[in-house]
């Protein structure tokens, strides 16, 4: 299997009966400023490089971003606070992410915990659990990684989970850095929500540094 025949049988998936229902409704209901719009409402596979070093991990699509639009991180407030970092990290080839572009990513994959847009953003340990066997499935499609960042404390545990390793002996918080076998390494960020972004609670300078580190330790 490759990363495509991989976004195949994901996108099928119907495993979690309320998140199906609930990414359909908004794809029905929509937003009003996109009421034009034909709404993804699916599972959304991950996107960037297949020879990937670096994967940043999140926790799931949101309701009217990539639920709308498909892509990770596209159409909403975290990809407009993160694609302009990746741009000046020199890891992208555009600092916007718009659905159907042309937008290349350089040594970066971008992905999440859960694949379908949770009810107020809050997937439940068992539509987590669902979704860890894709999760298995992807990370093991993208075997060049040498570092994942983590973008907030869900996505941190799913990653903890996947690789195995104790939540107690691997604490959320910004900027932490854990040792993975094989020389890879694990990262941990403030997730680029709006409302960490627009609180100040995570700021542009916070996350380039994350960002710069990730691509130093990727050999980026």
Request: hydrophobic share 40%; proline share 8%.
């Amino acid at each position: 299997m490759d990363l495509e025949a991989f976004a195949r049988e994901l996108i099928a998936c119907r495993r979690c009966p309320r998140l199906v229902a609930y990414r359909e409704e908004v794809g029905r209901t929509k937003r009003r400023v996109y009421r034009d719009w034909d709404y993804w409402a699916k599972p959304v596979p991950g996107f960037g490089d297949p020879g990937a070093r670096l994967v940043l991990f999140g926790l799931a699509p949101g309701a009217h971003g990539s639920n709308r639009t498909g892509r990770p991180f596209t159409g909403d407030a975290s990809g407009a606070f993160l694609y302009p970092l990746l741009h000046e990290a020199g890891l992208s080839s555009k600092p916007e992410s718009l659905p159907g572009d042309d937008l290349r990513l350089f040594g970066v994959y971008l992905t999440a915990a859960v694949r379908c847009a949770p009810p107020k953003n809050k997937p439940t340990p068992e539509e987590l659990r669902a979704c860890a066997r894709w999760t298995a499935v992807e990370l093991g499609l993208l075997p060049e990684v040498r570092v994942y960042v983590a973008l907030g404390r869900i996505a941190l545990e799913a990653l903890l989970a996947h690789f195995g390793l104790r939540k107690s002996a691997h604490p959320f918080r910004h900027g932490a850095h854990y040792p993975l076998p094989g020389g890879r390494h694990l990262l941990a960020s403030y997730h680029v929500s709006r409302q960490n972004t627009q609180t100040g609670r995570l700021t542009r300078e916070m996350f380039l540094e994350v960002l710069k580190e990730a691509k130093r330790l990727a050999g980026l």
